[in-house]
């Protein structure tokens, strides 16, 4: 039976991207269809994030749109999905805007939730799951150019970190089949994809074991993957340095589709404030995994997330954190100010007391610095040859392509009557401090 068409927005992280696409799946196996005009909407879904306060901040000026919307037509049904559904619960029902609240593990309800609100009711759903993946869910890709798709193979986190608000809005670690992900990457690549990216909050900590009492980890999933086919490239996010493994830094070495790039969010160069945050290795450990990553792979990519302004952060701290930055020498780095989230230990134990101007400061003598970096490390890549896969037309000028090098730098090129899912040699003959400017070779 024909439905009503579905409009979902997306924040935060690639999981939330990921999950758009189970409950885009969900949804089309009861009859309803995408769209992606808010305008011809029958169903708004926002699918949101409580990472950081301005985060939320957004969502609320999207109910205040979806209000608008919802008085100019009639019959509209809105609905708030992820972590924020997950943190705020029933309280996103006040207000008459909002009809649906479904939380990360409560998809399968949306259905649900979509005939209550049929009836006359709100909807909502929030409880947390020991057991969901949604395995055995295709997703329906969103993504634009049909050559890079995400697969969740876990879901949850399992540390304490006590400035994160994501233990408490997606529920504790779990492992998903890894026979329905290796499943998952085949039929993507017979669709003509030609790049995954597996997703958890903390992949090194994946861990299946089956029915014959094997365990799988999460290097020899990427074994797995990899082994799908040679022209199926792999990614993954995100590494903890806690965590990181020799042998996942070994399946890497020995598999040349597995992407040179890893993400490992660092957050701060200080032990003493890495100890308040709860991350569990030093500065030290931090190097150390640096430098073994580098022996294996001396041309792997790295990038990483840093807090600046955390609970009793001092000037010393912050030096260490630039000091950091400037030894380890990061392709590309996401950099934050502190945002206290409630219900954090964080906000339970140690009072938010860097004052606003001072963590903006320190921002941006992380930013000033990274970009520094990130410009000497783009053009130490000037003159080298590599093997781009083609993602598609170039933003800036259609004439030329885009697509992304192994280590996960970003090159424009000349099409030279090349398409997206093609893998292209080029060379790289200048740079900005984001893009490698390159001609075929
Ligand atoms: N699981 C990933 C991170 C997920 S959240 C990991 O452990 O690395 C993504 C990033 O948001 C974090 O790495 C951190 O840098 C940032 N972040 C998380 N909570 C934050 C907070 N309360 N304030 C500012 N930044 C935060
Ligand atoms: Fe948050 Fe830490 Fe888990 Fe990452 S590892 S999601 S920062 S608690
Ligand atoms: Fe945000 Fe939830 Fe991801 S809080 S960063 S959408 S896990």
Redesign the pocket.
């Known amino acids: 039976m024909q439905k009503g068409k579905v409009y979902i927005e997306t924040y935060g992280?690639q999981m939330n991207v990921a999950d758009t696409e189970v409950v885009f799946a969900i949804l089309a196996r009861e009859g309803y269809s995408r769209t992606v005009s808010m305008e011809e909407a029958d169903i708004i879904f926002a699918n949101t994030c409580s990472?950081?306060?301005n985060a939320e901040q957004r969502i609320w000026g999207r109910i205040e749109r979806f209000r608008q919307e919802k008085k100019a037509r009639k019959g509209v049904v809105i609905g708030i999905l992820g972590c924020m559904a997950e943190r705020l619960k029933d309280a996103l029902l006040d207000g008459g805007v909002v009809d649906i609240v479904a939380g990360p593990d409560a998809y399968r309800s949306l259905p649900g939730l979509l005939d209550e609100v049929s009836r006359g009711a709100q909807g909502i759903d929030v409880a947390l799951s020991r057991d969901e993946t949604y395995a055995d869910i295709m997703p329906v890709r969103t993504d634009r150019n049909g050559v890079s798709a995400f697969i969740s193979i876990m879901r949850g986190?399992n540390?304490v970190?006590s400035?994160?608000?994501?233990p408490y809005t997606r529920g504790a670690e779990r492992s998903r089949d890894p026979h329905t992900i290796v499943r998952e990457a085949c039929e993507v690549f017979r669709l003509g994809y030609r790049e995954v990216t597996l997703l958890?909050?903390?992949v090194d900590s994946y861990s299946w074991t089956d029915a014959s009492g094997r365990t799988v980890s999460f290097a020899s999933l990427l074994g797995m993957v990899a082994e799908v086919d040679p022209m199926l490239r792999v990614r993954f996010?995100?590494?903890?340095p806690q965590d990181i493994s020799d042998g996942v830094i070994s399946t890497m070495a020995s598999h040349p589709n597995i992407c040179r790039h890893i993400?490992?969010?660092v957050?701060s160069g200080s032990n003493r404030i890495l100890e308040k945050m709860r991350?569990r290795y030093t500065r030290e450990w931090y190097l150390e995994r640096v430098a073994a990553i580098r022996k294996a792979m001396p041309d792997c990519g790295l990038t990483?997330?840093?807090?600046a302004g955390?609970c009793s952060e001092t000037e010393e701290d912050h030096a260490l954190t630039l000091s950091l930055f400037e030894e380890v020498g990061f392709d590309w780095a996401?950099?934050?100010?502190?945002?206290?989230?409630p219900g954090?230990l964080?906000a339970r134990k140690y009072p938010d007391d860097v004052p606003p101007e001072v963590k903006t400061r320190r921002l941006n003598e992380i930013i000033a610095l990274q970009n520094r970096k990130s410009l000497e490390r783009y053009t130490a890549q000037v003159g080298r040859r590599l093997t781009v896969l083609v993602e598609g037309p170039s933003k800036r000028n259609p004439e030329e392509l885009c697509g992304r090098s192994s280590n996960n730098m970003m090159c424009v090129f000349p099409s030279g009557g090349h398409s997206a899912g093609e893998y292209v040699d080029v060379t790289v003959e200048s740079c900005t401090s984001a893009t490698l400017i390159c001609s075929l070779a």
């Not at 996010?237 to 903890?240: E, G, Q, R, V």
């Not at 990483?304 to 807090?307: A, C, E, G, L, Q």
């Open positions: 992280c990472v950081r306060d986190c540390n970190c400035y994160c608000v994501v958890g909050q903390n996010a995100t590494s903890n993400h490992l969010p957050q991350r990483t997330d840093v807090i955390f996401f950099m934050f100010q502190y945002s206290e989230r954090t964080a």
